[in-house]
């Protein structure tokens, strides 16, 4: 697609329950990164997937959180049992391939899912 | 990574040069520096890089210093529409796609 799209862009759930966010990259980019962004915060990076490489979970800030994406394209944030402080905007982006010391890595971020938690 | 340091916050009146500096001392030879913003409720979007030598684009100018501590993003006729928080970020460039990872960036107010 043209840009990096995401899905819902808005979400209000109850605590407690499950929510599943999508993030579709931009066609033919191997890294896809999720970040979330709390009311007045910074961005925070939560996990990284490169190709068929083990993703990098190392931003992830309980087991309530994963992530999986599948044929190296789309991708699904899951938060289970949903707690106030989840509520945030969730950003994804995506970025094409990066040969060695070619050059830098330029990321494109889609508009976000804002998730509220009540 | 290098740590980038860079102002709270600036205002900048419309039309003007808005010069936006970053402090990032410890920087390494194979570190890069990106510039991305944030336009209130939208995602982060990508300005300009570089690494030694200064550069341009549509969008904006940066200039590295000699001994690569700071650098300087320019935007050269700055508008309402510039209104944003920006980033500044050193990362290097190795083999394969990396995390960057963002500060609290300086929020620019453009004046009309």
């Known amino acids: 697609g043209a840009g990096v799209s995401q899905s819902p862009s808005n979400k209000v759930t109850e605590k407690g329950k499950d929510v599943e966010l999508r993030c579709d990259p931009i066609s033919g980019h191997t890294a896809l990164y999720w970040y979330r962004q709390s009311l007045g915060q910074g961005l925070e990076f939560l996990i990284y997937?490169?190709?068929?490489?083990?993703?990098?979970k190392s931003g992830l800030p309980s087991d309530r959180f994963s992530a999986e994406r599948t044929g190296g394209s789309v991708s699904t944030l899951t938060i289970q049992r949903t707690q106030q402080e989840d509520s945030a905007v969730y950003l994804c982006a995506s970025s094409p391939i990066v040969l060695f010391f070619s050059g830098a890595n330029v990321l494109t971020f889609g508009a976000g899912s804002r998730l509220t938690v009540l | 990574d290098a740590k980038t340091t860079q102002p709270t916050s600036m205002d900048c009146a419309e039309g003007r040069a808005a010069n936006l500096p970053c402090n990032h001392s410890t920087i390494s030879g194979n570190e890069y520096v990106y510039w991305y913003r944030q336009i209130h409720s939208q995602g982060p979007q990508y300005i300009i890089h570089g690494l030694k030598n200064n550069e341009t684009n549509e969008m904006a100018s940066l200039i590295i210093t000699e001994d690569r501590k700071s650098s300087t993003l320019i935007l050269p006729h700055a508008t309402l529409r510039d209104t944003a928080v920006y980033y500044c970020?050193?990362?290097?460039?190795?083999?394969?796609?990396?995390?960057?990872?963002f500060g609290t960036g300086t929020r620019l107010t453009i004046i009309p």
């Open positions: 997937f490169q190709g068929n490489s083990a993703p990098d």
């Open positions: 970020i050193v990362r290097v460039a190795g083999f394969g796609n990396e995390k960057l990872t």
